[in-house]
């Protein structure tokens, strides 16, 4: 009973029984917000995933009786994991709670991303802890009312890496779903929960792997797994949790998890379940539509183009890159990641699509599919043999793949035009005499074709340092009679407008220990073959183009110390004109609510923001970087902390929170960009947790000594730190006053940067990016001078 005799509303607090210090100063807190005739009544309960623990069933079910669900993370468990997620799921308020006190799990837990972009209070004794839960705490649910995705009825999360169960995966669901949304941490570094929650209410069923401990990431991935089957679950969306038959599941899910121990297996749980989506579809697509509010409806797209290729037309400037690729004018579009580089190519491809009589061969190969060719052949050949061995392999893959999508797109249109009747009928032929398997999707096609050359280069025993002849190419990569397949498709081509062959994601799945010297040799191979082809098939009278897209730093820090770097044609598309990521903003957000149709930015702003103005929008645009992605990122997570809350504005508290947490995704994402061209330097952001804005010359080589780097390796470190914008140079008055210059001021031209840093002396002294200061924690007199978005 409370104070004035009203029965108080029982509240749960879940913990993991890992520490017996958290444990009794849980009990002593609560035992204490009782005495303080706190509004609830407190009961602790433990996770320990022990036989013998009492059934989930009664647990979920008094948290769905309680107005909320208060859950400490100071050391994270599986399990209450689940839950929080299932709490937000049925409407019911998660508050989430900290020991400061203890180190627990808060490295593990800012890597997932959840749990600091739900909000969380922190507290250090029993007694701060017992203040807290004797308030009159907030029990407002984190809205759910979402639209429902008529288009993409699906949500996947994606696994970090890979493997055949992986890949097989998502073969499956392009096969059966086509269209579907999907979280990786290749494109979005960690997983906010207002993503999550967006995710998985606008579908209609969600798809869940469970790892094994022995996989790389596998941590990481199982706790927002946890989470995202807790909302499908309290959503009541059909949720599919596939697991290797030896997975040993927590026991949440224990009975919720479809086993497979092969990749048939994995086709028929998929098959099964697509029915399942399609009948939850039809059930929650008759309901009354939802009315979201303001906020939750205003929808930005999403900073991952795989996500929003349906609906990026809309909202889509089309750039002078955009134009130089579309009339052939390039080789090469580079940018860094998050400039847009993802979307150029689903534009370039729809555009180029729209007429007919074009071929147009879009592919992704991803980094580990060539795997096997990397261990089992590159490492044991010297470079020129490698470069022959990797040129004829791409000029083969490309050369199929073209043939692969005329037999596809003209199955039926070859029976009506008689010019290419014959000859479609005898590029079928030649197409499919060949033992080699090729059906499925590219990346099984490229998977199966990796294995066979790699098999057949075994069977060669070719010596070291033996140099390949035309003869072992053909004995090794060619599977089909080439010459014929060549002199057939070129005279079919002569029917066609123009064939566009574009490739994206290269750099995606390379090893996590940075990018390997076969690596770049299969990048140069790749433009090399495609300028190949494009002489032979242009000789024959075909209109052939071929353009790559890849990461600007890898292009620029690796590529440029190889003999070829120059002859590429080559667009950047790394932004800096700020008006124009200002009109990308705007174009957004208008597409999100009709009610700001023709309206100006500033208008627009000032509606969604209580605070507002240009200054806000400018300061926007520098935490970003300058980058499209970033500046999304930043937006979404202002919205989902304003969201979360129930305010139909952000507010400042709102924005400081969203900073927070978009300094976290910022630091893991440039530190994996680094440590992707500099191994050495792994993590290296790190190093400055703790440091003052200013960092001198002399400090950054004391941290390259500490790294074991020599000069030259030093020199290199605070070229890159530079080069990603972590640090630019203030003003020369050392004050501290005035515009600090970042690489994005000198438009990416690291040689101005470089030599604007010698006119400071032998000793300049640089300036952190403020985007980097909350998560990083930077001290001294700047420390109270947080980036100005509020």
């Known amino acids: 009973m409370t104070g004035s005799g009203e ?64 859950a400490d993370i100071t050391f994270l468990n599986l399990n209450v994991t689940y839950e929080v997620g299932y709490a937000i799921g049925q409407s019911k308020r998660a508050l989430l709670i900290r020991n400061t006190g203890l180190k627990g799990d808060i490295d593990l837990s800012n890597e997932i991303g959840i749990f600091d972009t739900l909000g969380r209070h922190e507290y250090r ?18 809205s759910v009312d979402y639209r429902l995705d008529t288009v993409k009825r699906l949500f996947f999360l994606d696994i970090p890496g890979s493997s055949e169960a992986i890949r097989q995966m998502v073969s499956a669901i392009k096969r059966e779903f086509r269209l579907y949304r999907s979280f990786s941490d290749e494109e979005s570094i960690r997983l906010s929960a207002a993503f999550a929650i967006e995710s998985v209410a606008a579908s209609s069923g969600v798809i869940v792997p469970f790892l094994s401990d022995q996989y790389v990431g596998s941590e990481i991935h199982n706790y927002r797994a ?106 090469l579009v580079t940018g860094r990641k998050g400039s847009g580089k993802t979307a150029l190519f689903f534009q370039v491809r729809d555009r180029l699509r729209s007429n007919k009589d074009n ?52 199955k039926t249109r070859h029976k009506f035009d008689h010019r290419i009747t014959s000859k479609y009928q005898e590029l079928v032929a030649i197409y499919r005499a060949s033992d080699l398997d090729v059906g499925g999707d590219f990346s099984q096609r490229l998977l199966v074709l990796t294995r066979s050359i790699a098999e057949r280069f075994t069977d060669a025993q070719i010596e070291l340092d033996e140099t390949l002849t035309s003869g072992h190419i053909t004995q090794i990569v060619y599977t089909h009679d080439i010459r014929k397949l060549e002199g057939v498709l070129s005279e079919y081509l002569k029917h066609k407008d123009e064939v566009w062959v574009l490739f994206d994601n ?108 240009s200054a806000q929008i400018e300061s926007f645009l520098d935490c970003c970087l300058l980058r499209p992605r970033n500046l999304i990122q930043l937006f979404q997570h202002c919205k989902g902390f304003a969201v979360n809350v129930g305010h139909e504005q952000i507010s400042a508290e709102d924005v400081v929170n969203a900073l927070d947490a978009y300094s976290r995704d910022l630091v893991t994402e440039i530190n994996r960009e680094i440590s992707d061209v500099f191994p050495k330097a792994n993590k290296l952001l790190y190093e400055f947790a703790g440091e003052p804005s200013e960092v001198s010359h002399e400090d950054l080589m004391v941290l390259a000594e500490i790294r074991q780097l020599d000069s030259s390796a030093g020199d290199q470190l605070v070229d890159l730190l530079l080069y990603y914008g972590f640090l630019g140079l203030p003003n020369a008055d050392g004050n501290g006053g005035g515009r600090v210059t970042y690489i994005y001021d000198t438009h990416y031209d690291m040689e101005i940067l470089k030599a604007l840093a010698r006119k400071r002396g032998r000793t300049p002294v640089y300036r952190i990016h403020p985007a980097f200061w909350p998560a990083l924690r930077i001290q001294g007199k700047d420390a109270t001078k947080q980036p100005q978005l509020i």
């Not at 029984?17 to 005739?37: N, V, Y």
């Not at 946890?226 to 040993?248: C, D, N, T, W, Y």
């Open 7 to 70: 029965i108080r509303e029982r509240c749960f607090v879940a913990s993991p029984s890992r520490s017996g210090e958290l444990l009794a100063c849980l009990s002593d807190a609560i035992a204490a917000a009782h005495a303080k005739d706190s509004p609830f009544e407190y009961q602790l309960w433990t996770e320990n995933d022990i036989a013998g623990r009492e059934l989930v069933a009664p647990i979920l079910q008094n948290i769905t009786s309680s107005p909320l669900l208060v």
């Open 506 to 613: 290269l750099d995606k799945g390379w090893s996590t220990g940075g990018v390997a010297s076969e690596d770049i040799t299969i990048l140069r191979c790749l433009v090399d073959a495609a300028k190949k082809l494009k002489r032979e098939l242009v000789q024959k009278g075909a209109n052939f183009r071929a353009v790559v897209f890849i990461r600007n730093d890898v292009y620029e820090l690796l590529i440029a110390g190889t003999a070829d770097y120059g002859k590429d044609m080559q667009v950047n598309l790394d932004w800096t004109d700020r008006r124009q990521l200002v009109e990308l903003l705007r174009r957004r957000l208008e597409f999100g609510d009709n009610n700001f149709k023709g309206k100006p930015i500033t208008e627009i702003w000032a509606r969604i923001f209580e605070q507002s103005g």
């Open 125 to 142: 004794t029993a007694e701060d802890l017992a203040n807290y839960l004797a308030l009159p705490l907030d029990t407002r649910a984190t």
């Open 226 to 331: 946890m989470f995202v089957a807790g909302l499908a679950h309290g959503l009541e969306r059909p949720v599919l949790i596939l697991k290797q038959s030896k997975v040993f599941a927590p026991l949440d899910i224990r009975d919720e998890t479809s086993d497979y121990e092969n990749p048939n297996d994995i086709d028929r749980l998929i098959g099964k379940f697509r029915i399942e989506v399609e009948s939850s579809f039809e059930r929650l697509n008759s309901r009354a539509p939802v009315e979201p509010g303001v906020l939750q409806k205003l929808s930005i797209g999403d900073p991952a183009a795989e996500n929003e290729f349906t609906t990026l037309k809309s909202y889509f400037i089309p750039t002078d890159a955009f134009g130089r690729t579309l009339q052939g004018q390039v080789d």
């Open 359 to 410: 071929i147009v061969v879009d592919l992704k190969p991803e980094g580990y599919q060539l795997t096997q060719l990397k261990d089992l052949v590159l490492r044991f050949l010297k470079a020129g043999s490698q470069a022959y061995l990797i040129t004829s392999f791409w000029h083969y893959v490309i050369l199929l793949e073209i043939v692969h999508r005329i037999v596809e797109t003209d």
